[in-house]
């Protein structure tokens, strides 16, 4: 792996920040367990297949690892920004967070969206999870569903899928990629 570019340093710090806002749920600056724990609760709320214990472990090795990074005891509950964005930077670039993380995320994502289990993401079941996270911006919805389906046959394969959280997690990805999966469940 090559060293990143200064300019590239900065982007990935720039994504990170867009991803501590949005996780920062009072917005006080500091990024507490509970909060960080919200949004796979948010998930597992909203998703029917039953991917609750692993998709929480996985969260939380997420959270301890990021400690450890920026040398904060486990357990610890409550992280500054600047260290937690300091933290998941060296934590992104772990094979953990390839291996591991990334496809454990995009699996959860997929399974809850994927109403009638026919391992394909129609724009319906995308406006339904979009609609359960608390948005409804329908030109956001059509947008984001026709950026993922890169062969443009109308749905979204668990390959298409994969690659678009990939991008969206990894910090080479656009930086507008947190709304796009995310959004507005806060
Ligand atoms: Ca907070
Ligand atoms: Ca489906
Ligand atoms: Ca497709």
Known sequence: MSVPSESEMDRAMRKWKMLFEFLDLDGDG??????????????????KVDLGSHLAKVYKSHWDKVCQA???????????????????????????????????????????????GNNLISLEEWREHYNLMGANDEEFIRQSFAKMDENGDGEISREEFDHAFWSFSNYHGPDKDFSFLYNKFK
């Open 70 to 116: 920026v040398n904060l005891p486990p357990g610890q509950q409550k992280i500054g920004g600047d260290l937690w964005i300091k933290g998941f930077h060296v934590v992104n670039q772990s094979k953990w967070f390839q291996s591991n993380f990334v496809p454990t995320m995009s699996k959860a994502f997929f399974d809850s969206m994927d109403k009638n």
């Open 30 to 47: 500091f990024l507490k367990l509970e909060e960080f724990m919200e949004f796979p609760t948010q998930l597992i709320k909203v998703g």
